[in-house]
């Protein structure tokens, strides 16, 4: 069976034939225009059959474009249970295509949901995130056990701009340097908070999320966590200083690193080469 989503009512009408208003502990700020959507959804893909799991589906109106992609499944992680009936008229609608889960995406096992719904396929990762839970949820698949094979996705500006910071910009801190140990990223769409319904208090912007060849051990990954938060904690002093609990000027010599400069100017390969030398 084929995806035939042509006979679905509007966004706006499903919202309101089902009576749902939205939630502010959720983090629900919802995109109702499915040519904003399908475009989130060309710029985060191609998808080119791998299966995409999407955060927060809300009233689905990405969903419905991530259906209509090029993508051979569609995992929908939702925590609000009252979208449920409403997400399960899509799932219908989408011959197959579609499977719906009511799950909280911060406690869920990914490579779990691929391996029950989509026989362990590679999954991509795409989401108007829930601005309460983005970052979290971004160091999730980041640094965990599940490696996506892209991700696009929609944080608050502000958040976009720290995670594809690069080194010398006021954004740029721990976010950034995690961010690009593992993936390239780039802000690809900005989106007024107007787009939304009801409207955010500020700007949203999508990140590209690309992983990067290979990728550091894990024990790399947790001391750069440890290295950026000491550097980043104190960004307006000397690495000597900063890092001091970590090596200071000893561990900065042994990384090749200058430890009279400050964190906001080392590129991430700097910070990579001084995560290896707290672990050596
Ligand atoms: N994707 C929809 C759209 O673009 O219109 C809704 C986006 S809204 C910003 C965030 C969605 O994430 C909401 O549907 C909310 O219920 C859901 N959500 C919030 N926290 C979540 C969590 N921990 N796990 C899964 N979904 C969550």
Same mark, same amino acid.
């Given at each position: 069976m084929s995806a035939d989503l042509?006979?679905?009512?509007p966004l706006r009408e499903s919202l309101a034939d089902h009576g749902l208003l939205a939630k502010k502990s959720f983090g629900q700020h919802f995109l109702l225009d499915l040519n904003v959507t399908r475009k989130i959804a060309r710029l985060s893909g191609p998808f080119e059959g791998r299966t995409v799991i999407e955060v %927060?589906?809300?009233?689905g109106g990405l969903t419905r474009a991530l259906v209509e992609s090029d993508a051979s499944k569609v995992i929908a992680v939702e925590k609000?249970?009252?979208?449920l009936p409403l997400l399960n008229e899509l799932a219908e609608a989408s011959g197959g295509k579609l499977v719906v889960v009511e799950a909280d995406a911060l406690k869920v096992d990914e490579q779990t949901l691929l391996t029950e719904h989509a026989g362990g396929a590679e999954g991509h990762l795409v989401s108007n995130l829930p601005y309460n839970v983005g970052t979290p949820l971004l160091l999730k698949w980041l640094t965990g056990p599940w490696r996506p094979h892209g991700m696009g996705l929609m944080f608050q500006k502000e958040v976009a701009d720290r995670v594809a910071a690069e080194p %010398?910009?006021?954004?740029?801190g721990r976010l950034a340097v995690i961010s690009q140990a593992v993936c390239t990223a780039r802000v690809v769409m900005d989106l007024p908070a107007r787009a939304f319904t009801p409207p955010p208090k500020v700007a949203s912007a999508v990140v590209r999320l690309d992983p990067l060849p290979s990728r550091p051990p894990e024990a790399e990954l947790k001391a750069l966590e440890r290295v950026t938060a000491a550097a980043f904690g104190q960004r307006r002093k000397m690495l000597r200083s900063s890092l001091k609990q970590l090596g200071g000027a000893a561990l900065c010599e042994k990384a090749g690193?200058?430890?009279?400069?400050?964190?906001?100017?080392?590129p991430v390969e700097g910070f990579l080469r001084l995560a290896r030398a707290t672990l050596s």
């Amino acid at each position: 069976m084929s995806a035939d989503l042509d006979h679905l009512p509007p966004l706006r009408e499903s919202l309101a034939d089902h009576g749902l208003l939205a939630k502010k502990s959720f983090g629900q700020h919802f995109l109702l225009d499915l040519n904003v959507t399908r475009k989130i959804a060309r710029l985060s893909g191609p998808f080119e059959g791998r299966t995409v799991i999407e955060v %927060g589906p809300g009233p689905g109106g990405l969903t419905r474009a991530l259906v209509e992609s090029d993508a051979s499944k569609v995992i929908a992680v939702e925590k609000d249970a009252r979208f449920l009936p409403l997400l399960n008229e899509l799932a219908e609608a989408s011959g197959g295509k579609l499977v719906v889960v009511e799950a909280d995406a911060l406690k869920v096992d990914e490579q779990t949901l691929l391996t029950e719904h989509a026989g362990g396929a590679e999954g991509h990762l795409v989401s108007n995130l829930p601005y309460n839970v983005g970052t979290p949820l971004l160091l999730k698949w980041l640094t965990g056990p599940w490696r996506p094979h892209g991700m696009g996705l929609m944080f608050q500006k502000e958040v976009a701009d720290r995670v594809a910071a690069e080194p %010398g910009s006021d954004a740029y801190g721990r976010l950034a340097v995690i961010s690009q140990a593992v993936c390239t990223a780039r802000v690809v769409m900005d989106l007024p908070a107007r787009a939304f319904t009801p409207p955010p208090k500020v700007a949203s912007a999508v990140v590209r999320l690309d992983p990067l060849p290979s990728r550091p051990p894990e024990a790399e990954l947790k001391a750069l966590e440890r290295v950026t938060a000491a550097a980043f904690g104190q960004r307006r002093k000397m690495l000597r200083s900063s890092l001091k609990q970590l090596g200071g000027a000893a561990l900065c010599e042994k990384a090749g690193v200058d430890a009279d400069a400050r964190a906001e100017v080392i590129p991430v390969e700097g910070f990579l080469r001084l995560a290896r030398a707290t672990l050596s």
